[in-house]
Nanobody, 122 residues
Framework: QAQLVESGGGSVQVGGALNLTCTGS????????LGWYRQAPGQQREFVAA????????DYAASVKGRFIISRDDAKKSLYLRMSSLRSEDAAVYFC???????????????WGQGTRVSVSS
């Protein structure tokens, strides 16, 4: 059974940094595009960042570009999100996702994690 498990969420002050990790199992992680979505209270879930399989091409939402860095380690079946210069609007539940390719990941990911909460206080 495919599974994605996030960790690393927590509370941080505005301007601070936080690292998220996601570990996959039950499917061939290295063959999938991986990414992050987030959902703030009362808002729709939104795309944050993605990284393709193979060439590891990264893609970011405009709102996080230049502040977040996505990376993957296929040997560890893991995905990372380095978040810096955090803003209050970055507070949300962050979900790890996997898609058979980058297009699927951006439209209807095959797998979702349970989410990890990020709080940003001023």
């Amino acid at each position: 059974q495919a599974q994605l498990v996030e960790s690393g969420g927590g509370s941080v002050q505005v301007g601070g940094a936080l690292n998220l990790t996601c570990t996959g199992s039950g499917f061939t992680v290295e063959n999938y595009a991986l990414g992050w979505y987030r959902q703030a209270p009362g808002q729709q879930r939104e795309f944050v960042a993605a990284i393709s399989a193979g060439l590891e091409i990264a893609d970011y939402a405009a709102s996080v570009k230049g502040r977040f860095i996505i990376s993957r380690d296929d040997a560890k079946k893991s995905l990372y999100l380095r978040m810096s210069s955090l803003r209050s609007e970055d507070a949300a539940v962050y979900f790890c996702v996997a898609g058979a390719n980058s297009r699927i990941l951006r439209t209807a990911p095959n797998y979702w994690g349970q989410g990890t909460r990020v709080s940003v206080s001023s």
